[in-house]
Structure formats: structure tokens, C-alpha cells
Nanobody, 117 residues
């Protein structure tokens, strides 16, 4: 299984970006997909998750600003980011995991999001 993330870039504070991640290969029939991020000098942190049934979960600092979605037929997950802040600057990693696991089974390669003030 490979996860290919795309959509990062440079944006001004208050702007928007959309990240996408496509899974190829034989992924679990039931899975949770989502995103982590890692800011410079910080640990990787969870951002958002979505189940196959489209239940969504967000880290508190992104609630109301980020929206996660998925297309089960295409095995893709997207993260729409709005009202971006400089503290959102990070490398964003998509992931996929089985529902009963607490850590990802698969990681994407990461895509850099830079928010300028």
C-alpha cells in the first residue's frame, strides 16, 4: 500500500489550501484515514480522521477551520484548510489505519504547508 499526498504550498495567513491523499494497493476493507502534521522542532501530532462511514474527528486547534472528507470508491482523503495561521505551518502526512489500532498502519510521504504572516 502506498499513500501519495499532494497539495501543499505557501499561503498567506487567512488563506486556504486543500490537501489530497490517494491510496494505492490493497488497503483494508474497513479503515480510518486522516492527517498528522509535524512542525519544525516539534513532534508529529494528529490533525483529523475520518471513518469509512464519514464520521469525522478533529484536533481542537483546527476545529471549525479544517474539513476532512473521503471518497471510498477512489480510496482518497482530502483536507480542506481555511483561515490558516502561521502556527499551521508543518509537514502534513496522510495516514491509514485499521479501526482498532491507535497508530497508523500506513503513512504518506508528507507535503509541506507554509503559512506566512
Amino acid at each position: 500500500v502506498q499513500l501519495q499526498a499532494s497539495g501543499g504550498g505557501l499561503v498567506q495567513a487567512g488563506g486556504s489550501l486543500r490537501l489530497s491523499c490517494a491510496a494505492s494497493g490493497s488497503i483494508f476493507s474497513d479503515n480510518i484515514m486522516g492527517w498528522y502534521r509535524q512542525a519544525p522542532g516539534k513532534q508529529r501530532e494528529w490533525v483529523a480522521s475520518i471513518t469509512r462511514g464519514h464520521l469525522t474527528y478533529y484536533e481542537d486547534s483546527v476545529k471549525g477551520r479544517f474539513s476532512i472528507s473521503r471518497d471510498n470508491a477512489k480510496n482518497t482523503v482530502s483536507l480542506q484548510m481555511s483561515s490558516l495561521k502561521p502556527e499551521d505551518t508543518a509537514v502534513y502526512y496522510c495516514f491509514a489505519r485499521r479501526p482498532l489500532r491507535t497508530t497508523p498502519d500506513y503513512w504518506g510521504q508528507g507535503t509541506l504547508v507554509t503559512v506566512s504572516s
